[in-house]
């Protein structure tokens, strides 16, 4: 993400809204769901896992990372100087670098080609051209790396607004983006129905109200707010969370550099969905 393209002032974002954003369910839901992904992907410890975290935010991913693949490496990149200081306080093990992958600085050699899975989680939905996002981070993505995103569907709220969201995606115009960046083996699914869906309308018909709410960091969110939260945390786990229905998109690909030839540019077990 860029903060001189899209105007966009997140060092303010994450000051003034990383408390509530921890609470959030629905950030729970997607780590989840990447957490799931990635188990498939890497069952045993003998798969080596590198994995980028593009769009990192306050370091929730890493923590949970770090406890589900204790022998992982990890490595998250953003554009917020403090989102990448929250990380640093947060998760003090892990690596984490300012990255502006709009407006990227040289990245050190022993970076490229470096990682072995890469996630994308909420992050393209900021951007008026995803796929500079989608391209410039092959960078660091070694050959037939599975890169993995999560982004919203359906309806735009006015909170989503609010923080930035220049589009929600569909399925197909998803795999279109991941297919033009040069990615290949695309998969994508709806995830959340019914109670996900339910979650975002109850998030649309708060409107501003609730823009007003998550901005208030000196203010302690109130019981009944933390009430609802916690139910929807629980609700989440009945969710079907492959379907064309939920309002969750969930995206795994393959990059394939053009230069790799066939077979050696597929997966020995290729991504499969949860």
């Known amino acids: 993400m860029s903060q001189d393209q899209n105007n966009d002032n997140w060092d303010n ?3 003034s809204m990383h408390t509530a954003a921890g609470l959030n369910p629905a950030q729970d839901f ?3 769901l990447l957490l799931n992904q990635l188990r498939q992907l890497c069952p045993t410890d003998n798969h080596p896992l590198r994995l980028l975290d593009v769009g990192c935010g306050t370091g929730d991913f890493a923590l949970s990372f770090q406890k589900a693949f204790p022998k992982g490496e990890y490595l998250g990149i953003d554009v917020s100087q403090v989102g990448i200081e929250i990380c640093r306080q947060k998760v003090p093990g892990a690596r984490f670098q300012i990255q502006d992958l709009i407006h990227p600085s040289p990245i050190d050699k022993a970076d490229q080609s470096w990682a072995t899975v890469a996630i994308c989680s909420e992050v393209l939905e900021h951007v008026d051209h995803p796929e500079l996002i989608l ?3 092959q960078t660091y993505l070694a050959p037939s790396a599975v890169l993995m995103i999560t982004v919203p569907g359906g309806p735009m709220s006015a909170f989503d607004k609010h923080i930035g969201h220049r589009q929600h995606f569909s399925i197909p115009g998803l795999k279109s983006i991941l297919e033009e960046s040069g990615y290949s083996q695309c998969k994508i699914w ?5 109670f996900f869906n339910l979650y975002r309308l109850v998030v649309i018909l708060r409107g501003q109200k609730l823009v007003d709410d998550a901005s208030q960091a000196d203010q302690p969110m109130s019981l009944a707010a933390r009430m609802v939260m916690s139910l929807f945390g629980i609700l989440f786990r009945l969710n079907l969370n492959r379907s064309t229905l939920g309002w969750q998109r969930f995206a795994v690909s393959v990059y394939k550099p053009s230069s790799l030839s066939e ?3 597929t997966l020995d077990n290729p991504p499969t969905a949860p």
């Open 135 to 137: 391209t410039e981070v």
């Open 30 to 32: 997607r780590r989840q």
């Open 190 to 194: 709806g995830a959340g129905f019914p």
């Open 263 to 265: 077979p050696n540019g």
């Open 13 to 15: 974002h994450w000051s």
